[in-house]
């Protein structure tokens, strides 16, 4: 389906730079290479199209090709946006030691994610003892509505936005307790505002509990989300309210970012 946004109807708004931008975020869903007959589908462009795409990025530096299978992959240099990113945002530098803090304080994986659109995106990650390797990788992007961090970044949302974006989403099931009601994640959406975090189990992986809460501006806005993550083996949700929770509030409550 062709996307089109607001912005796209604007005459300042350079339709072939993000076709162009679209190629690249092809390799989002984690895909190691993506063909040139595949991309341009995906891409909704004409094969002839997707090839002078390719063909510019990888003089750029950023995609490579692979002779042999004639597919393409991702460089080193797409890694290096992402560095000048994370050296040059304020966020990050001042939430690490919070993140440092609650991880020296309980031992488990510790997030922050931002809100994009109707997904939240792990933009540092302190990973617990038991993480695997792609789990310790920022960057990552998941559904808003099914995790703990996304829940309390909605929270912040009006009411109607927060409905807007669950309306917008396809709300498959990940595992068979994930909740796919729309009106129920409203309510639990709505319970993350009031309590000040919001607590998701068995929601993307199963034996798995996260709680999140935010972190605020100096105008009280919502910027970010600090979420925790553990084994429900080992945190049952009654022990992860009773000693993650006011460990996870008491260190966001005390900070604010400019």
């Known amino acids: 389906m062709s996307i089109q946004s607001p912005e796209s109807l604007n005459p300042q708004f350079i339709a072939t730079l993000e076709k162009g931008i679209r190629v690249l975020e092809m390799f989002r869903n984690g895909q190691a290479s993506i063909g040139l007959t595949e991309l341009a589908s995906s891409c909704e462009?004409?094969?002839?199209?997707?090839?002078?795409?390719?063909?510019?990025?990888?003089?750029?530096?950023?995609?490579t090709k692979d002779e042999r299978s004639r597919r393409y992959s991702l460089t080193h240099k797409a890694l290096e946006l992402g560095y000048l990113y994370l050296n040059a945002d304020p966020l990050i530098s001042r939430a690490l030691p919070l993140l440092k803090q609650i991880r020296e304080r309980c031992g488990l994986t510790v997030n922050l994610s931002v809100l994009s659109g109707h997904d939240i995106?792990?933009?540092?990650?302190?990973?617990?003892?038991?993480?695997?390797?792609?789990?310790?990788?920022?960057?990552?992007?998941?559904?808003?509505w099914c995790t703990s961090a996304g829940r309390i970044l909605l929270s912040a949302l009006p009411d109607q936005q927060i409905r807007d974006s669950l309306a917008a989403v396809e709300t498959s099931a990940f595992t068979p307790?994930?909740?796919?009601?729309?009106?129920?994640?409203?309510?639990?959406?709505?319970?993350?505002?009031?309590?000040?975090y919001a607590i998701t189990s068995d929601q993307v992986m199963i034996g798995q509990v996260g709680i999140a809460a935010p972190i605020r501006n100096v105008h009280f806005q919502t910027v970010a989300a600090v979420n925790v993550m553990a084994q429900l083996s080992s945190w049952p949700e009654d022990r992860v309210i009773n000693e993650l929770a006011p460990i996870l509030m008491e260190v966001t409550q005390a900070t604010t970012m400019g």
């Open 45 to 63: 462009m004409t094969k002839s199209a997707a090839q002078r795409f390719t063909y510019t990025w990888c003089e750029l530096g950023y995609l």
């Open 121 to 144: 995106v792990y933009v540092m990650r302190i990973p617990g003892m038991h993480q695997t390797f792609a789990e310790m990788l920022p960057g990552r992007r998941m559904p808003a």
């Open 177 to 196: 307790s994930t909740e796919t009601n729309r009106e129920e994640l409203f309510a639990q959406i709505l319970a993350a505002r009031k309590n000040g």
